[in-house]
């Protein structure tokens, strides 16, 4: 008979794997390691412990390796100029270079954390000057 595989939490899975709750959570989103949500929050199965060592990943498939773990600098082709020559970032560019969802870069910029605002067709648009920013620079990737 099937035994019921048991799931640990980020912060369980990260004790056992010697990693950091936020990596753990970054190799989830990543893919790195499966997870679900459940009851909000993450779920990890038991068996993916064996799928990493500690502080580093073990590739789950070959596309996966260690070099894709880092993204590289950001190509200075997504951020667009406004009339006034500063780059600005859409909302899932800026949330890529940092560790910021989406939704958390709309909160920022609503609440002034973030500078920037909406363009012409009502699309937030965030500040590049944000990366350098004393509050924000622990946030990105």
């Known amino acids: 008979m099937p035994q019921k595989q048991s799931h640990l939490t980020t912060r369980e899975f990260a004790e056992r794997t010697g990693l950091s709750v936020s990596t753990v959570s970054r190799y989830i989103r990543d893919g790195k390691i499966e997870g679900k949500k459940e009851s909000g929050r993450w779920m990890?199965?038991?068996?993916?412990?064996?799928?990493?060592?500690?502080?580093?990943?073990?590739?789950?498939?070959?596309?996966?390796?260690?070099?894709?773990e880092k993204p590289a600098a950001p190509p200075p082709s997504p951020a667009k100029k406004t009339a006034s020559g500063q780059k600005r970032y859409s909302v899932e560019e800026f949330s890529r270079l940092t560790f910021l969802t989406p939704e958390g870069v709309v909160k920022y910029l609503k609440e002034g954390i973030?500078?920037?605002?909406?363009?012409?067709?009502?699309?937030?648009?965030?500040?590049?000057?944000?990366?350098?920013?004393?509050?924000?620079?622990?946030?990105?990737?």
Do not use: C, Y
């Open 114 to 141: 973030l500078e920037g605002g909406q363009d012409e067709d009502g699309r937030w648009r965030v500040a590049a000057d944000n990366l350098e920013s004393e509050r924000i620079r622990h946030l990105v990737r």
């Open 44 to 68: 990890i199965p038991e068996d993916q412990v064996g799928r990493v060592a500690a502080g580093a990943s073990t590739p789950a498939e070959p596309s996966a390796a260690k070099p894709a």
